[in-house]
């Protein structure tokens, strides 16, 4: 009994979370309420509040589960590339790209963050939140980065940081406006050339060079 309770749980959550992320698709974030979310998923208000405490938690939470999504996919690329972390970085950047044009709940989740989410009011703590993540992202890019730097496929002198705030404006850059205007270029198609564009940036560019610096 006690089994059963808690699937039918783990059921009714993820109908809360399609629910959500298809009004906040339509509607945006700003203008869905808890209510408009739990008669979108044919449960209650106490439903929601059972497994949320807010808007804001329901949010952070499908952004957790995407994360986590990933960080599998992760250790499958390293399991296919050991001891090559570029080939790990370039299959993880290419997915991202990929799954933006071609996996429903990627596209959407990057389309709500984008452009259907606004950070006032009880969404001021998302936008912190997130801010937060985007540390971790460039230190866990940077960890990545060091690893590449070992193993001697990028230049020992690489500027990390700079490297990993290029990386990621890079990508969100690429993702926001395809979302934008998908019309303009071929995501899907286009994804191994834009990165391996970033990579041989990373290779080659003496403006990320720290001896480049010294004797500027």
Not at 144 to 149: A, G, K, R
Request: proline share 2%; aromatic share 8%.
């Amino acid at each position: 009994m006690a089994r059963k309770t808690k699937e039918q749980a783990l059921v009714t959550k993820k109908q809360i979370i399609d629910a959500a992320i298809a009004r906040f698709l339509e509607f945006g974030v700003s203008s869905t309420s808890l209510s408009d979310i739990a008669s979108a998923a044919g449960v209650t208000r106490g439903a929601i509040y059972w497994h949320f405490k807010n808007k804001t938690d329901l949010l952070d939470e499908i952004l957790i589960q995407s994360a986590s999504g990933l960080e599998n996919l992760e250790r499958e690329y390293r399991l296919k590339y050991p001891a090559d972390p570029l080939s790990v970085m370039r299959a993880m950047l290419t997915y991202i790209l990929q799954a933006t044009a071609c996996d429903k709940y990627r596209r959407s989740l990057s389309d709500i963050i984008f452009h259907k989410c606004e950070f006032v009011g009880e969404m001021k703590t998302l936008q912190l939140m997130q801010q937060n993540l985007y540390l971790e992202c460039y230190e866990k890019i940077e960890d990545v980065l060091h690893e590449c730097i070992a193993a001697g496929q990028l230049p020992s002198g690489l500027m990390t940081r700079q490297a990993a705030v290029i990386i990621r404006a890079y990508m969100t850059g690429l993702m926001e406006n395809w979302l934008f205007m998908p019309d303009s270029f071929n995501l899907e198609q286009d994804a191994p050339k834009l990165v391996s564009t970033l990579i041989e940036t990373l290779q080659h560019s003496s403006l990320l060079s720290q001896s480049a610096m010294e004797f500027s």
